[in-house]
């Protein structure tokens, strides 16, 4: 993987060129006490002190909305269709994802293309270059050692920047041809890194549980009671699945312009959401909260890894900062160790 160095007073400067080569330049920005994804015009925009932003990166990949096609009907009856349009997919670029946020993107990845290839998600990560930051502070909500990942992993991003030294600095690693393309852009900006370990500024991560025993023990308990008890506090509201990274349940609503024309639009969903699996008969076989949470956990952390390969959760721990009755999905992983 090669290396390179690029001070601090040097990084606005290279994304202004990012950016005014016609690329979306999406970066982390603070408004009003909140830290989320916006798109910026200046560098100068660009907020770096969180620990993690409230909203992962995963709405330029997949929009909370998007519109799959569009229909009219014609005065002869005939019906004239508008497909998805890849070409109208900007070329973007993702700045200050954190490692948990980029790992993400591989179970998304899995999603949307294990079996029939998603086009608008495939499209829309064939055009966005990911740069991550590595984490060099975290809080009691992180646990990304704990299934797997690192804070200064490299996986998912296209280039990883690790703040080095006194902090006037940045490491980048290079990892795929698209993120050695867009250090060229920067020409001069990016100077040769020799000697330089990024190990010694980064966030220490305890791990808090075995996920390899708690996904045994998890896969053995489809009937047990630890489902009831951790979910009796849940509202269904489905904020730990708007935030989470990783997760992928989407929705199609029609909307009808009358009886001559419409869209059909893809929308953000939840499993956590009573009506998420009832049926057009009135049944509903998750009909209780309970049975909604072992469905989100049982995907995350055994349908997944059996079907994909790989965990629906990278440890960020959005879903317990945004819970509104302060449930915690490291302790409730953890107690599953003990049963």
């Known amino acids: 993987m090669e290396q390179k160095y690029i001070p601090k007073a040097s990084l606005k400067a290279w994304l202004g060129k990012v950016r005014d080569d016609g690329r979306r330049l999406y970066a982390p920005v603070t408004e009003n006490g909140k830290t989320s994804f916006r798109r910026v015009k200046s560098a100068d925009e660009i907020s770096m002190e969180h620990v993690q932003t409230a909203q992962s990166a995963k709405g330029v990949a997949f929009p909370r909305t998007e519109r799959l096609f569009s229909y009219v009907r014609q005065p002869d009856g005939d019906v004239t269709l508008q497909d998805y349009d890849p070409s109208a997919i900007p ?54 050692t704990s299934v797997g990942g690192h804070p200064g992993s490299a996986e998912g991003s296209d280039i990883l ?44 991560v305890p791990v808090r549980f075995s996920v390899e025993e708690v996904q045994r023990k998890m896969a053995g308990a489809f009937e047990g009671d630890i489902w009831k008890s951790q979910s009796a506090r849940c509202l269904g509201c489905g904020a730990c699945a708007f ?49 909604r949470w072992r469905q989100r956990l049982l995907h ?37 160790e003990h049963l």
């Open 243 to 291: 935030v989470c990274p990783a997760c992928a349940c989407f929705d199609i609503q029609e909307n009808a312009r009358g009886s001559g024309a419409g869209d059909r639009i893809r929308c953000w969903d939840s499993c956590g959401f009573s009506l998420f699996t009832l049926h057009t008969s009135g049944h509903n076989p998750r009909s209780t909260q309970s049975q």
């Open 91 to 144: 070329d973007t670029v993702v700045f200050g994802l954190r490692p948990c946020d980029a790992a993400a993107l591989k179970p998304l990845s899995g999603i949307f293309g294990w079996d029939t290839e998603d086009k608008p998600f495939s499209e829309r990560m064939r055009r966005v270059v990911f740069v991550g930051v590595s984490c060099s502070r975290c809080d009691a909500f992180c646990f990304c």
């Open 161 to 204: 920047l690790t703040v080095v030294g006194d902090g006037e600095g940045y490491l980048a690693e290079i990892v795929t041809d698209r993120g050695r393309a867009l250090v060229e852009k920067g020409g001069d900006l990016f100077e040769s890194a020799t000697g330089i370990s990024k190990e010694d500024y980064l966030a220490e």
């Open 300 to 336: 995350k952390f055994c349908y997944m890894p059996q079907r994909l390969s790989v965990r629906g959760c990278t440890g960020c721990g959005r879903c317990s900062r945004a819970c509104p009755v302060d449930m915690n999905l490291a302790e409730h992983l953890g107690e599953f």
